[in-house]
T-cell receptor, first 113, second 113 residues
Framework: GDSVTQMEGPVTLSEEAFLTINCTYTATGYPSLFWYVQYPGEGLQLLLKATKADDKGSNKGFEATYRKETTSFHLEKGSVQVSDSAVYFCALFNSGGYQKVTFGTGTKLQVIP | NAGVTQTPKFQVLKTGQSMTLQCAQDMNHEYMSWYRQDPGMGLRLIHYSVGAGITDQGEVPNGYNVSRSTTEDFPLRLLSAAPSQTSVYFC????????????FGEGSRLTVL
C-alpha cells in the first residue's frame, strides 16, 4: 500500500537558519504530494502541493519539488522564523482505490531566537 | 467562512461511556473523514464518507461508528469508550473529485480514564 516516510524530529534551528525536512514515499501510479502544517492547538492546513513529477510547490517561503526518480518531496526554506515553529506533515493522495490521503508521522520544528 | 467545525474541543470520559464528536462543514464538500492523531503515528483514517448515505471504514475503524444523513454533518460515535481511544480527533473534508487537498477542523482532544 501507499506510505510516507519523513525524518524524525524534533528539529531545532536558530532563526534565519536553512531548513530541510526529508520526505520519501511509496505509491502506485502517479500520486499528488502535499505538505501540511499544524500550528500549536490548531488543525492541519495545506502549506503547498505538487500534482505531477518535477512540479515545485511553494508558499510562504517554503518549497518542495516532486522527484519521481527518487520518490521524494523534501521541504525547504532558506531562512526560518520563530513563527514557523509547528509540526509539518508530508502526505500523498492517490486517486486509485478509495482515494485516501496518506500522512507521514510529522516532524516538529522549533525555531529559537 | 466557518469551514470545518468540530465540537467539543475537549472531553473527558470514563471507560465504557459513550459520546459523539460532531463535525459540520459549510463548503458543500462531498467527502468527509475522521482521523485520529497519536504521538509518533501521524494521522490515521478512522472512517470516511463520499456523500450522504455512504460511509466506509478506514485504517482503524474498530470502536467507532459514523453516519452521514446530510452533506454538511458527519458525526463520530464512540459506543463504549476505552483508554486506547485517548487521542486527538480531526474531521476533514474535500471536494470530489480533486487532487486530494483536505480542509481540517481544529480538533477534539479526548481523554478516556
Amino acid at each position: 500500500g501507499d506510505s510516507v516516510t519523513q525524518m524524525e524530529g524534533p528539529v531545532t534551528l536558530s532563526e534565519e537558519a536553512f531548513l530541510t525536512i526529508n520526505c520519501t514515499y511509496t505509491a502506485t501510479g502517479y500520486p499528488s504530494l502535499f505538505w501540511y502544517v499544524q500550528y500549536p492547538g490548531e488543525g492541519l492546513q495545506l502549506l503547498l502541493k505538487a500534482t505531477k513529477a518535477d512540479d515545485k510547490g511553494s508558499n510562504k517561503g517554503f518549497e518542495a519539488t516532486y522527484r519521481k526518480e527518487t520518490t521524494s518531496f523534501h521541504l525547504e526554506k532558506g531562512s526560518v522564523q520563530v513563527s514557523d515553529s509547528a509540526v509539518y506533515f508530508c502526505a500523498l493522495f492517490n486517486s486509485g482505490g478509495y482515494q485516501k490521503v496518506t500522512f507521514g508521522t510529522g516532524t516538529k520544528l522549533q525555531v529559537i531566537p | 467562512n466557518a469551514g470545518v467545525t468540530q465540537t467539543p474541543k475537549f472531553q473527558v470520559l470514563k471507560t465504557g461511556q459513550s459520546m459523539t464528536l460532531q463535525c459540520a462543514q459549510d463548503m458543500n464538500h462531498e467527502y468527509m473523514s475522521w482521523y485520529r492523531q497519536d504521538p509518533g503515528m501521524g494521522l490515521r483514517l478512522i472512517h470516511y464518507s463520499v456523500g450522504a448515505g455512504i460511509t466506509d471504514q478506514g485504517e482503524v475503524p474498530n470502536g467507532y461508528n459514523v453516519s452521514r444523513s446530510t452533506t454538511e454533518d458527519f458525526p463520530l460515535r464512540l459506543l463504549s469508550a476505552a483508554p486506547s481511544q485517548t487521542s486527538v480527533y480531526f474531521c476533514a473534508s474535500r471536494d470530489l473529485p480533486n487532487t486530494g487537498e483536505l480542509f481540517f477542523g481544529e480538533g477534539s482532544r479526548l481523554t478516556v480514564l
